[in-house]
């Protein structure tokens, strides 16, 4: 089974950096793709950024230049965020595609959630 974990939200000022890392748990697992997204409250969750396991990047609008994108593609992603903006404040999701070699079959997986607000 395949688990997800999430690190590193929490308060950040506007303008300042926070980086959040996600780690996968599992073995036999080859990386297609991981990312991160983002919902808040009454709305839907939306992209914030993915890699997929030829390095290929995509991000959202609202956060190109700003958040980066970066993983070991193998278990671990991590986003680092800068200039972050109140807009910005969510909770943001992990999200892995893997293959499951010994079943030769995708999954995908979600982690729990982390809390960034982004406030003075």
């Known amino acids: 089974q395949v688990q997800l974990v999430e690190s590193g939200g929490g308060l950040v000022q506007p303008g300042g950096s926070l980086r959040l890392s996600c780690a996968a748990s599992?073995?036999?697992?080859?990386?297609?793709?991981m990312g991160w997204y983002r919902q808040v409250p009454g709305k839907q969750r939306e992209l914030v950024a993915t890699?997929?396991?030829?390095?290929?990047t995509n991000y959202a609008d609202s956060v190109k230049d700003r958040f980066a994108i970066s993983s070991d593609y193998a278990k671990k992603v991590d986003l680092q965020m800068n200039i972050v903006k109140p807009e910005d404040t969510a909770v943001y999701y992990c999200?892995?595609?893997?293959?499951?070699?010994?079943?030769?079959?995708?999954?995908?997986?979600w982690g729990q959630g982390t809390l960034v607000t982004v406030s003075s």
């Open positions: 999200n892995a595609r893997f293959l499951v070699i010994s079943q030769w079959r995708n999954v995908e997986v």
């Open positions: 599992g073995s036999g697992l080859r990386f297609n793709a």
């Open positions: 890699i997929t396991r030829d390095g290929r």
